[in-house]
C-alpha cells in the first residue's frame, strides 16, 4: 500500500509540474502575442516637429508675427495609401484645432487613407520648394502663408483657417487649370473626397466649406476645407481685404 501511495503522489506531481509548465508556456505566448499587437498598433511617425520647428522655420519674408501666435500643432493619427497606421501634424489655428483632432478621427476610423500630413516646414516638403510650397505634392495641410490661387490676396490658409486633403487625387480645377499639374479627379479611387464622404460630412457637421461645392463659383477645389469662426472673421478680413 506504501508503494502504491508513493507511485500516485509522484504521478500527481508530474502532473502538477506539466500543468505549471503548460501556465507558464501559455503566459510566454501571451505576452508574446501582447508585444505584436503594440508593435502593430504602434503608428509609423512623419512628423514630430516641436511647435518652434513647425510654425517659425522656413517662413517667407514678411510672415506676420500676428498670425504665427495664433498657430498650433495638432498630432493626427491616419491610415496610409499602405494600409499602415501614421503619426503626422497639422499646424492651424487654436480655435480650429478641436475640429481637426474630430475629422482625423474620423479619417482614422473609416480608414480613408492619407498620403501623408506633414507641417509646410518639414524637411521632407521644404528641398521640393522655397518654403516647402511645391504643387506636386500629395501632402495634407493647412497653414501656409502664401496668397490664395491666382490672386493677390492672403489664402485662408495664411491664417491656418483652411486644409487641403490628397491634393493628387481632390485637384483644384478651374477651366484648363488643374493643381497637382497632372492630376485628375476619379471619385472610385482611394483617397477621393465625394459629397457623401464621412470625411466631407465631418467637416460639414462642424461648420467647414467645402470647396468641391464651389461649382456656381466657375472653380471646384476637391480638396480643400475652410471655416472662419463668427469670432475671428474681422481679424481675418483684416489680412484679406
Not at 509609423?44 to 520647428?53: A, H, I, K, M
Not at 498620403?115 to 506636386?136: N, T, W
Request: glycine letters at 8%; a positive charge.
Amino acid at each position: 500500500m506504501a508503494g502504491c501511495s508513493r507511485s500516485a503522489g509522484r504521478k500527481r506531481a508530474g502532473r502538477l509540474r506539466l500543468w505549471a509548465a503548460v501556465r507558464a508556456w501559455l503566459a510566454l505566448a501571451l505576452l508574446a502575442l501582447l508585444a505584436a499587437c503594440a508593435l502593430r498598433s504602434a503608428p509609423v511617425v512623419d512628423s514630430s516637429l516641436t511647435r518652434e520647428q513647425a510654425v517659425y522655420a522656413h517662413q517667407p519674408p514678411g510672415t506676420p508675427a500676428d498670425v504665427q501666435q495664433q498657430l498650433v500643432v495638432v498630432d493626427v493619427r491616419y491610415y496610409g495609401f499602405d494600409q499602415e497606421l501614421h503619426q503626422g501634424q497639422v499646424v492651424v489655428h487654436h480655435a480650429l484645432a478641436q475640429d481637426i483632432r474630430d475629422v482625423f478621427e474620423v479619417i482614422r476610423a473609416s480608414r480613408f487613407p492619407v498620403e501623408s500630413v506633414l507641417p509646410i516646414a518639414h524637411p521632407d516638403l521644404q528641398h521640393k520648394a522655397p518654403y516647402g510650397l511645391s504643387p506636386r505634392t500629395n501632402n495634407t495641410s493647412a497653414y501656409a502663408w502664401r496668397p490664395v490661387v491666382g490672386a493677390h490676396s492672403v489664402s485662408l490658409h495664411g491664417l491656418g483657417l483652411a486644409i487641403d486633403i490628397n491634393p493628387r487625387q481632390n485637384p483644384y480645377i478651374r477651366g484648363t487649370l488643374v493643381i497637382p499639374p497632372g492630376a485628375t479627379y476619379d471619385p472610385s479611387r482611394p483617397g477621393t473626397l465625394t459629397p457623401d464622404s464621412p470625411v466631407v460630412l465631418a467637416f460639414q457637421r462642424l461648420g467647414w466649406e467645402w470647396g468641391g461645392d464651389w461649382a456656381a463659383q466657375g472653380k471646384l477645389d476637391f480638396m480643400h476645407f475652410q471655416k472662419i469662426p463668427r469670432e475671428l472673421a474681422s481679424w481675418a478680413a483684416s489680412y484679406r481685404n
